[in-house]
């Protein structure tokens, strides 16, 4: 049997696995924490015949259709796979823990589905509105401006999951128009996709998720210390906000592109956290 490529510390461990193979190793209730940012089937196979000089504003040269082999997946396809990940939180997630589960209309309905047939509670179902969002090339449709995010526990029939209440209602996010100082945090978060340059410069992930998105679930939702498990890595956005909150992070990634990119953010954030832990602290293989 191939060993399987990974990158291991104390506070990371990162392989590049199938994540149903790799969870179904772990331990039950191993982790604090699961932030999920599955294949969503939003892939297009669609070609756009752009007439030469379109005025699109902002969009002035090449840009990348979202269209990726790992990203191809549908209908009861899609359900099954849902159903087959989400099994293994439920069973991986500590009842005081949260999974937070990202998705767009093309998958949200079999989340919530597959989260009330496992008997997990949805805490909230967020709107993340991104107010620069690409525009609809087809001109058929709305542009699409949003995504959802799940915030679901494990508890069975008890609400233990740790929600950091008070700091959240305090917290302002300069970025989010709809947040005010000292109110609770509604269910519309207005942050913007772009990303900073620190973000895209080991290479970019073409779902790339923004720090300050994932950043702020964690805020509302880690215990320091904690065990957070992100199978779904693409370029290790989710990890890098799990370390910034002290936590250890455990994670899966199948396209060796992204794994190596994600090794590179990883191992760059380390250097920034730990300078004097750094050297003979790796060892990827
Ligand atoms: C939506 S992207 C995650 C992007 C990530 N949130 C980021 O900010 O970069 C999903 C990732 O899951 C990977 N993937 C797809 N199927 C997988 C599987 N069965 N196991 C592990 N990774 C998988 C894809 O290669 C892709 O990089």
């Given at each position: 049997?191939?060993?399987?490529?990974?990158?291991?510390?104390?506070?990371?461990?990162?392989?590049?696995?199938?994540?149903?193979?790799?969870?179904?190793?772990?331990?039950?209730?191993?982790?604090?924490?699961?932030?999920?940012?599955?294949?969503?089937?939003?892939?297009?196979?669609?070609?756009?015949?752009?007439?030469?000089?379109?005025?699109?504003?902002?969009?002035?040269?090449?840009?990348?259709?979202?269209?990726?082999?790992?990203?191809?997946?549908?209908?009861?396809?899609?359900?099954?796979?849902?159903?087959?990940?989400?099994?293994?939180?439920?069973?991986?997630?500590?009842?005081?823990?949260?999974?937070?589960?990202?998705?767009?209309?093309?998958?949200?309905?079999?989340?919530?589905?597959?989260?009330?047939?496992?008997?997990?509670?949805?805490?909230?179902?967020?709107?993340?509105?991104?107010?620069?969002?690409?525009?609809?090339?087809?001109?058929?449709?709305?542009?699409?401006?949003?995504?959802?995010?799940?915030?679901?526990h494990t508890g069975n029939g008890k609400r233990e999951y740790y929600f950091n209440y008070e700091q959240v209602k305090a917290k302002t996010f300069p970025s989010d128009s709809l947040k005010k100082p000292g109110k609770q945090l509604r269910t519309v978060w207005d942050i913007p996709n772009n990303k900073k340059r620190e973000e895209l410069a080991f290479g970019k992930h073409p779902t790339q998720k923004p720090l300050r998105l994932s950043s702020r679930l964690l805020f509302i939702s880690a215990q320091k210390n904690g065990r957070l498990l992100v199978p779904f890595v693409g370029s290790g956005t989710e990890i890098i906000a799990g370390l910034r909150s002290g936590m250890e992070c455990t994670g899966f990634e199948t396209e060796i592109e992204y794994f190596d990119l994600a090794c590179r953010r990883i191992k760059e954030e380390m250097s920034q956290l730990q300078p004097m832990l750094l050297p003979g602290l790796f060892s990827s293989k």
């Open positions: 049997m191939n060993e399987i490529k990974r990158f291991e510390t104390e506070q990371v461990k990162l392989y590049l696995q199938d994540a149903l193979e790799g969870m179904a190793m772990l331990p039950d209730q191993s982790f604090d924490l699961a932030i999920v940012d599955p294949p969503y089937g939003a892939s297009t196979k669609a070609v756009w015949k752009l007439e030469q000089g379109h005025n699109l504003p902002g969009f002035g040269g090449q840009w990348d259709i979202a269209s990726h082999t790992w990203d191809e997946i549908s209908g009861i396809e899609s359900f099954q796979f849902t159903l087959l990940w989400l099994t293994e939180l439920k069973r991986l997630v500590k009842p005081t823990g949260s999974i937070w589960i990202h998705s767009t209309y093309h998958n949200s309905g079999w989340v919530n589905v597959a989260c009330q047939l496992l008997e997990l509670e949805i805490i909230n179902e967020v709107v993340w509105y991104k107010r620069n969002a690409f525009p609809n090339l087809s001109g058929r449709r709305l542009t699409a401006s949003h995504e959802t995010i799940l915030w679901v």
